[in-house]
């Protein structure tokens, strides 16, 4: 089952933008992770934030979480050429594996 | 920094033969999983792993089974490859609960 639904599903800015992504759940969970994926390669992970937090930073990148309206975003500031891959948020809904969402495509034009 | 590795990058098989993925972590980690990833369906789980020996099936364990027999390593066993299996295959392992998943670059599986 896909819990983690993002939004968009595909994103173009310039670069120097700022990226935002959006992902939505459904059921509780004990923390919601972000990771990204270069083309043709595996993912890699980004922020873990727990269910306790509402905002985190790493870098340029910012996530906030919603428990009340079971939302997360992913805030990319300052967007550079090599931001351009796929993110995914993902679940941990307590049962020992993380529930991956679609994913949204961002694309940095130069 | 944690790595896991998977045997291919690409690989090419028949139907109907029996396909070996391989996956390797070196940093001792408890969870390993596989994955298939195709265009608008994501990430599925297959099937995970606890512990040495043990397994759980994930979302879509049909037509799949997997091996732990040692810490490191957890094999993807495709029994008789059919064409509907052809996809991207990715390996992950995680410490804990509340720790990262780790991947592997995936292994692109043509069935022919």
């Known amino acids: 089952s896909q819990q983690g639904e993002e939004d968009p599903q595909a994103l173009s800015i310039q670069e120097g933008e700022n990226a935002t992504m959006n992902c939505s759940y459904k059921?509780?969970?004990?923390?919601l992770q972000w990771y990204r994926q270069n083309s043709g390669r595996g993912l890699v992970h980004l922020i873990l934030?727990?269910?306790?937090?509402r905002e985190k930073h790493s870098g340029r990148l910012r996530v906030t979480l919603d428990t009340s309206k079971k939302s997360s975003s992913l805030l990319i500031t300052a967007s550079r050429a090599a931001d351009t891959a796929s993110y995914f948020c993902?679940?941990?809904?307590?049962?020992?594996?993380?529930?991956f969402g679609q994913g949204t495509r961002l694309t940095i034009n130069p | 920094d944690v790595k896991v590795t998977q045997s291919s990058r690409y690989l090419v098989k028949r139907t109907g033969e029996k396909v070996f993925l391989e996956c390797v972590q070196d940093?001792?980690?408890?969870?390993m999983f596989w994955y298939r990833q195709d265009p608008g369906l994501g990430l599925r789980l297959i099937y995970f792993?606890?512990?040495?020996?043990?397994?759980e099936k994930g979302d879509i364990p049909e037509g799949y089974s997997v091996s732990r027999e040692k810490k490191e390593r957890f094999s993807l066993i495709l029994e008789s490859a059919s064409t509907n299996q052809t996809s991207m295959y990715l390996c992950?392992?995680?410490?804990?609960?509340?720790?990262?998943?780790?991947f592997g670059d995936g292994t692109r599986l043509s069935i022919l």
């Open positions: 992950a392992s995680r410490r804990n609960r509340n720790q990262p998943q780790h």
């Open positions: 059921t509780s969970i004990n923390n």
């Open positions: 934030i727990r269910s306790n937090e």
């Open positions: 993902a679940t941990d809904e307590g049962a020992q594996k993380l529930v």
């Open positions: 940093m001792d980690h408890e969870n």
């Open positions: 792993s606890y512990d040495v020996k043990m397994k």
